[in-house]
């Protein structure tokens, strides 16, 4: 059982959005604004998509955005595209040195 | 163009003893922390741990700790994740990674290698 808890799986249409929640406790997303998201293509690695809650790395484009709220992160699509069907991994640090995963999200463009 | 080039795929025996590779191109490889991933069939993402290769010191995840030892050859670029005695549940996708964050704060790998699949059966 993974320590943060994703929904398994998310869709939407081309061009809507959509919103991946990541929900953990006091101990990890709580304490530190210190939450990433991962894009994982099948049979690719994984992409750093949002890093720092809300913040993009370079060439990520900006229809990705990440908020959090208490214990619950989010990470928000839009204008979904065909590409963007993957799964989404989120994960925060936990305290020095240590950092937890979600069991990942499905997402499914429609 | 940074690149981290993993060892292939492996197939073993429970009790077995494993080593498997990531050597990295393209950039300074003392630079920058790697770290090491594991994704069990149908599962998610697991933080394993992440080693300097400059030092050679590990950090482990807690869950991982004592199960794997880490380890880097600086003659080579290389990283290493290394088993003594495999076990079925093992049996996983091990993907390691660079940590190109300015701080061990966000969990940020910026370069992934391709992956290694891991599979202990009798």
Request: aromatic share 12%; with cysteine; charged share 15%.
């Given at each position: 059982q993974s320590a943060l808890t994703q929904p398994p799986s998310a869709s939407g249409s081309p061009g809507q959005s959509v919103t991946i929640s990541c929900s953990g406790t006091s101990n990890d997303i709580g304490a530190y604004n210190y939450v990433s998201w991962y894009q994982h293509p099948p049979g690719k690695a994984p992409k750093l998509v949002?890093?720092?809650?809300n913040k993009r790395p370079s060439?990520?484009?900006?229809?990705f955005s990440g908020s959090k709220s208490g214990n619950v992160a989010s990470l928000t699509v839009s204008?979904?595209?065909?590409?963007?069907e993957a799964d989404y991994h989120c994960t925060s640090f936990a305290g020095t040195h240590n950092w937890v995963f979600g069991g990942g999200t499905k997402l499914t463009v429609l | 163009e940074v690149q981290l080039v993993q060892s292939g795929a492996e197939v073993k025996k429970p009790g077995e003893s494993l080593r498997i590779s990531c050597k990295g191109f393209g950039?300074?490889?003392?630079g920058y922390w790697i770290g090491w991933v594991r994704q069990m069939p149908g599962k998610g993402l697991e933080w394993m741990g992440i080693i300097y290769p400059d030092s050679s010191s590990p950090i482990y995840s807690p869950s991982f700790q004592g199960q794997v030892t880490m380890s880097v050859d600086k003659s080579i670029n290389a990283a290493y994740l290394q088993w003594s005695s495999l076990e079925a549940s093992d049996t996983a996708m091990y993907y390691c990674a660079r940590?190109?964050?300015?701080?061990?704060?966000?969990?940020?790998?910026d370069y992934w290698g391709q992956g290694a699949l891991v599979t202990v059966s009798s």
């Amino acid at each position: 059982q993974s320590a943060l808890t994703q929904p398994p799986s998310a869709s939407g249409s081309p061009g809507q959005s959509v919103t991946i929640s990541c929900s953990g406790t006091s101990n990890d997303i709580g304490a530190y604004n210190y939450v990433s998201w991962y894009q994982h293509p099948p049979g690719k690695a994984p992409k750093l998509v949002i890093y720092d809650v809300n913040k993009r790395p370079s060439g990520v484009p900006d229809r990705f955005s990440g908020s959090k709220s208490g214990n619950v992160a989010s990470l928000t699509v839009s204008g979904l595209q065909t590409d963007d069907e993957a799964d989404y991994h989120c994960t925060s640090f936990a305290g020095t040195h240590n950092w937890v995963f979600g069991g990942g999200t499905k997402l499914t463009v429609l | 163009e940074v690149q981290l080039v993993q060892s292939g795929a492996e197939v073993k025996k429970p009790g077995e003893s494993l080593r498997i590779s990531c050597k990295g191109f393209g950039y300074n490889f003392f630079g920058y922390w790697i770290g090491w991933v594991r994704q069990m069939p149908g599962k998610g993402l697991e933080w394993m741990g992440i080693i300097y290769p400059d030092s050679s010191s590990p950090i482990y995840s807690p869950s991982f700790q004592g199960q794997v030892t880490m380890s880097v050859d600086k003659s080579i670029n290389a990283a290493y994740l290394q088993w003594s005695s495999l076990e079925a549940s093992d049996t996983a996708m091990y993907y390691c990674a660079r940590w190109g964050g300015p701080t061990l704060t966000s969990l940020y790998f910026d370069y992934w290698g391709q992956g290694a699949l891991v599979t202990v059966s009798s």
